[in-house]
């Protein structure tokens, strides 16, 4: 043990000495802090802006005057999706993905107006956040720091001496490792401060601890591939370059190239077009203002039984609410159909990236993080759930008061005139229905239930590359 | 003479340096995925296209024959517009995944429909494709930097240094020779696929040759960089730091710094406003009174001056009437809009001239035509479509026209700015 710790001692004793790694490592934090600090301010500005959308958007509702009841289906709502506390370190899908939705009967809108699609394009990689920092240049630093652990010991014929007294290779590679673990655990202190920023923005503790625990994996995995790779080959110009482009590949090529595969092998059908097959597949709902003359019918033939009457006029609900609600659910039921058709289908794009994991810890960490951080692609279709969860409901809680408040005489009557239509309002104090919307993530244990694939596969890297270390460590040649 | 001996000789010892070789292998192989899957990709938004076009065709036929007036024909009917992809989308997606290319429209207000967006998955749209703009402008500089850090120093290190300077006429010539040799095969490896799958996919020459001339400009550059950090006389482990380091600032922090600045510092109004705005506005006018409607819309509209609405309820010429007001108030927001971007782009191309990275991107997405002002000259000619969709139902509406389903044969047609063949609606 004692010549673990000496040997991590001396270690951190050659980085603190090394000019290089200190700039390095100044160099890297500056650029993390104002990343974290400009990222933490933009979301934050987000949250207020959107929050005070929302708000407005629900006053505008329910002070509406009097009117009739389905000219406030048309009329219609907005949700905002305001970031998650998390979504500072991770903004995740939050920028490509549209923040306004516009809710009203008979459709389902998209999201629009992403962030992406307004911003000034300055390149692929001008998206830096806290989380890609960490993914794609913490590793680096970890390079920097340790692709000579070994191999400047080799060089330098230490190795040699050091394996002769009988110090074992085991141990060697064991201290250099506790070194470079030591240096890891110092670089997740910005994301151990923001995880505790997000908590005190109500995240839960065990949220925050996954996160730091998911890079943590990450790092070590970093480290564990350097220093295997410093104490396998002989010089230290062929350590740098397969450590340069094991990254190169990893992180910039792997996940890119990801993409290209799921969206070759797993083509998705637009919104457009599942639309166009939707009206193909369900000729009868094409509208929403009428139901099939099959369900007009039943619904007659039952209401005449219950109220014990022959003519819809003297019915003391007015049919056309109720009809309107039918024909809302039969068309949301099958909007339903093609909406979570394509959900599915992108969650299994998503999947595939998830399973390149296995080839790329990078793609393995990226998922993780947006998975806790509450802002992955199962986060975003919650979104869309529960803003058509809202949508169905203040729609049909119209159509209700629709077939209780309005006479069905006043109803078909409404464009006579003006007298008339101002008989077919019912009373303002009915927007009232409308339910206060606010995007709300999976509980802490649900996302970490999500993320355990993506953990799993970061895990088993880690492993098999500490596991593979040790070996090499045993035989560890001068 | 001196200069082809000493290329002779520097490509003899080239050709037998296997990192080299193995470097260039996957220069090659990366260039040729990012062409493929770019090819594989424009042929899939294409198909997606023509497809659209055969199901728009058949719904609108089938609605329209339900209808028995101008204003059931205008309300049912949609039309769906595309901008197709280029034939050189294949090497550079640029906006392409974040901005929309397909709508599916009708005669409404326009505002409330035109930024629907047809997005396809976030998540990729997020980690972003490998196409051959991105390897160019990111992955082949690193490349780049791996090979010609330790031109020097390794040389130095295997103390070799001294005997090839002075073997070598003159010692200057020899690095550069060797750095010319080495961009040359590079950009070669890079370039390419790139011109083989363009001429394959028909893209015009002037296109192909400056796609080629902006890669060969941009190896210039990094070789440049390689050589002047390659000269100093460090370490090549500091060298390759330093150059990652470049890399990073140019590629990454200054784009994303600059990214801030532009967004600070052109405002453009928030989604919300248009959307609320237009909403209003529409919604509004069922209870206004018509006069409120047809003054605005006249004003726009002279021609329809004498049309009196008739009765007091429904009425269909009123009803598109005040959907086009609807677009007159929201149209200062929404031209804010569009310049808004299209300030931001202006200014984000003058701070691309100092991010290189940034700069072959952009440039390359102009070239293939996916940039940010293709995709607001395509919703400019959805707006004028649109325009021809009111242009065609108002005198069937405002002159109250008996109903000719005959005449919807002359139904506008989207045209798109692409040669690219379409389906007669």
């Known amino acids: ?39 933490a301010l933009r979301m934050q500005e987000a949250a207020a802006e959107l929050d005070h959308h929302q708000a407005e958007a629900e006053s505008v509702f329910v002070s509406q005057p009097n009117r009739n009841p389905h000219r406030m289906v048309h009329y219609g709502h907005y949700v905002f999706r305001t970031p998650t506390p998390l979504a500072m370190f991770d903004p995740g899908l939050d920028s490509v993905t549209g923040q306004a939705m516009f809710l009203e009967g008979h459709r389902q809108n998209s999201a629009t107006f992403s962030s992406a ?78 995880a505790m920023f997000a908590m005190a923005n109500g995240e839960s503790f065990l949220t925050a601890v996954s996160l730091v625990g998911v890079y943590l994996l990450y790092l070590s995995a970093w480290g564990a591939l350097t220093l295997l790779i410093s104490s396998v080959f002989q010089r230290r110009t062929a ?33 457009i077009e599942m639309e166009l097959a939707m009206l193909t597949e369900y000729k009868d709902v094409s509208d929403g203002h009428s139901v099939s003359e099959s369900a007009f019918e039943q619904l007659q033939g039952e209401l005449f039984e219950q109220y014990g009457v022959d003519r819809v ?30 959900m599915s289908s992108e969650v299994q794009q998503a999947r595939v990236l998830a399973t390149l994991g296995w080839l790329s810890p990078m793609l393995s960490v990226s998922v993780a993080s947006k998975t806790i951080a509450g802002t992955d692609i199962s986060h975003y279709h919650r979104f869309l759930r529960q803003a058509e969860a809202l949508r169905i409901d203040f ?26 239509y101002n008989r077919s309002r019912v009373d303002a ?50 | 003479m001196s200069l082809l001996v000493s290329l002779k000789r520097e490509a003899w010892f080239l050709m037998r340096d296997r990192g080299l070789l193995s470097w260039l292998l996957v220069i090659t192989c990366l260039s040729t995925f990012s062409v493929w899957s770019g090819l594989a990709e424009v042929e899939q938004q294409r198909a997606t296209i023509e497809r659209l076009l055969i199901a728009d065709k058949e719904d609108r036929i089938a609605e329209l024959a339900k209808q028995s007036d101008w204003g059931s024909a205008a309300y049912y009917s949609f039309h769906v517009t595309y901008d197709p992809p280029s034939d050189f989308a294949f090497a550079a997606m640029g906006q392409r995944d974040t901005l929309p290319w397909k709508h599916r429209l009708r005669m409404l207000a326009l505002e409330g429909q035109i930024y629907e967006h047809d997005a396809g998955n976030p998540e990729l749209a997020l980690i972003g494709r490998f196409d051959f703009a991105f390897f160019a402008a990111f992955v082949l500089p690193l490349i780049l930097i791996f090979l010609l850090h330790s031109l020097k120093a390794n040389e130095r290190v295997a103390g070799r240094f001294d005997l090839l300077n002075a073997t070598a006429r003159n010692d200057l010539m020899l690095w550069r020779t060797r750095a010319i040799l080495i961009a040359l095969s590079a950009a070669s490896a890079t370039i390419l696929p790139m011109l083989l799958a363009g001429a394959a996919s028909g893209v015009g020459a ?41 890399w990073i600032l140019l590629g990454t922090i200054l784009p994303t710094g600059g990214r801030l600045i532009v967004d600070a510092f052109v405002p453009v109004p928030t989604g919300a406003d248009i959307l609320m705005t237009q909403r209003e506005a529409v919604n509004d006018a069922w209870d206004l009174p018509v006069e409120d409607t047809m003054t605005p819309f006249v004003e726009r509209h002279p021609e329809w001056t004498g049309y009196i609405h008739t009765g007091e309820g429904f009425d269909w010429p009123w009803y598109y009437a005040f959907q086009q007001v609807g677009d007159q108030k929201t149209e200062a927001l929404s031209l804010a809009y569009q310049q808004g971007r299209l300030e931001r782009d202006r200014m984000a191309g003058l701070i691309s001239l100092i991010t ?48 000719d389903a005959g005449k919807l044969t002359d139904l506008p047609r989207f045209v798109s700015g692409g040669a690219f063949s379409r389906v007669a609606p």
């Open chain 1, 239 to 271: 350590v740098i370059t397969g450590l340069a482009s094991s990254w190169l590949v990893l992180t910039l090529v792997l996940p890119a190239v990801a993409v290209n595969l799921a969206s070759a092998h797993m083509p998705i059908a637009g919104k």
């Open chain 1, 1 to 39: 043990m004692n010549t673990v710790y000496l040997i991590a001692a001396d270690e951190w004793r050659y980085w603190l000495r090394s000019k290089l790694a200190l700039a390095v490592v100044g160099l890297f934090t500056l650029m993390l802090v104002s990343v974290s600090l400009v990222t």
């Open chain 1, 395 to 420: 729609v049909q809680g119209i159509n209700q008061v629709h077939a209780e408040q309005l006479s069905y005489i006043d109803d078909i009557n409404r464009n006579r005139d003006e007298a008339s």
């Open chain 1, 313 to 342: 006029e003297d019915l003391q609900i007015n049919i056309r609410g109720l009809l309107a609600q039918k024909a809302e659910q039969e068309l949301t039921d099958a909007m339903d159909v093609y909406a979570e058709k394509r």
């Open chain 2, 206 to 246: 002037i296109t192909l040759f400056s796609a080629a001339a902006l890669v060969g400009l941009y190896v210039v550059f990094w070789v440049v960089v390689c050589v002047l950090f390659a000269g100093w006389e460090r370490s090549a482990q500091v060298v390759l730091s330093a150059l990652v380091g470049v």
């Open chain 1, 117 to 194: 699609g307004a911003s000034g394009d300055l390149g692929g990689l001008s998206w830096l956040t806290p989380a890609l920092t960490y993914q794609i240049f913490a590793p680096l630093l970890i390079i920097l720091l340790g692709h000579s652990a070994v191999v400047r010991e080799r060089e330098a014929r230490v190795l040699a001496s050091l394996l002769a007294q009988g110090v074992s290779g085991k141990l060697i590679v064991l201290g250099k490792f506790c070194a470079l673990m030591m240096f890891i655990l110092v670089l997740l202190l910005p994301l151990a401060i923001s």
């Open chain 1, 429 to 478: 104090s009915n927007w009232q229905l409308l339910k206060d919307f606010r995007f709300e993530t999976d509980a802490s244990g649900v996302r970490l239930t999500s993320a355990a694939t993506a953990i799993g596969i970061l895990s088993t890297w880690v492993v098999l590359l500490a596991g593979l270390l040790i070996w090499v460590g045993g035989r560890l040649r001068p």
């Open chain 2, 356 to 403: 290189p990275p940034a700069l072959l991107e952009r440039l390359l997405a102009q070239l293939a035509q996916t940039d940010l002002r293709t995709a607001i000259a395509y919703e400019n000619r959805v707006r004028a479509f649109h325009a021809e969709l009111r242009t065609f139902f108002y005198p069937m509406l405002f002159q109250q026209q008996a109903y």
